[in-house]
Antibody
Framework: QLQLQESGPGLVKASETLSLTCTVSGGALVSTVHFWAWIRQSPGKGLEWIGSIHYTGRTYVNTALESRVTMSVDTSNSQFSLNLKSVTAADTAVYYC??????????WGQGILVAVSS | SYELTQPPSVSVSPGQTARITCSGDELGEYYASWYQQVAGQSPLLVIYQDKKRPSGIPARFSGSNSGGTVTLTISATQTMDEAVYYCQVWVNKSGVFGGGTKLTVL
């Protein structure tokens, strides 16, 4: 059974960079079909797609965030990562990683709450 | 940017049918997915490609896409179905979520 697990600091200072990693287990990160996605959810709000990455490194990023987002993949460790720079309080959210299969997100991590402190 | 519109809330009595709609420009051109998010949990895929159910999702969950509106239908709704439901599509490789609909079963 495929599992995804987010990891990273739960607290980031304003203006610094938020860095998260998603570890994929029970299945292959290397897949020609699948992309790997980041989604976030601000407290009490809805879901926001951040971006998606293929194992080859090809990425698609939410245009509202693209100036601050970089994503990478580490196939040897079956991980993919998110960096969000110059964070503000508005970036406080639960961050999820997920697997994208064609046009749906069929496996999600448990999420990690990241708070931005001033 | 593309937007999906959902009603903020829907209420239904146990055993009745709940319908949650999602609208967007030319939505019929895209495959929609639906996610259930129970309070405090990660989203769970319940419908993909408009009307397909992943394994393990009860048959009372169904979906349709017609005339610019996608609809999630939950038949014989149970109290365990109380959750927030999100529709979602991919437009030019970018993910778009609806604002979510809180389903109350009472």
């Amino acid at each position: 059974q495929l599992q995804l697990q987010e990891s990273g600091p739960g607290l980031v200072k304003a203006s610094e960079t938020l860095s998260l990693t998603c570890t994929v287990s029970g299945g292959a990160l290397v897949s020609t079909v699948h992309f790997w996605a980041w989604i976030r959810q601000s407290p009490g709000k809805g879901l926001e797609w951040i971006g998606s990455i293929h194992y080859t490194g090809r990425t698609y990023v939410n245009t509202a965030l693209e100036s601050r987002v970089t994503m990478s993949v580490d196939t040897s460790n079956s991980q993919f990562s998110l960096n969000l720079k110059s964070v503000t309080a508005a970036d406080t959210a639960v961050y999820y990683c997920a697997k994208k299969d064609v046009s749906w997100l069929d496996h999600w991590g448990q999420g990690i709450l990241v708070a931005v402190s001033s | 940017s593309y937007e999906l519109t959902q009603p903020p809330s829907v209420s239904v009595s146990p055993g009745q049918t709940a319908r949650i709609t999602c609208s967007g420009d030319e939505l019929g051109e895209y495959y929609a997915s639906w996610y259930q998010q129970v309070a405090g949990q990660s989203p769970l895929l319940v419908i993909y490609q408009d009307k397909k159910r992943p394994s393990g999702i009860p048959a009372r969950f169904s979906g349709s896409n017609s005339g610019g509106t996608v609809t999630l239908t939950i038949s014989a709704t149970q109290t365990m179905d109380e959750a927030v439901y999100y529709c979602q599509v991919w437009v030019n490789k970018s993910g778009v979520f609806g604002g979510g609909t809180k389903l109350t079963v009472l």
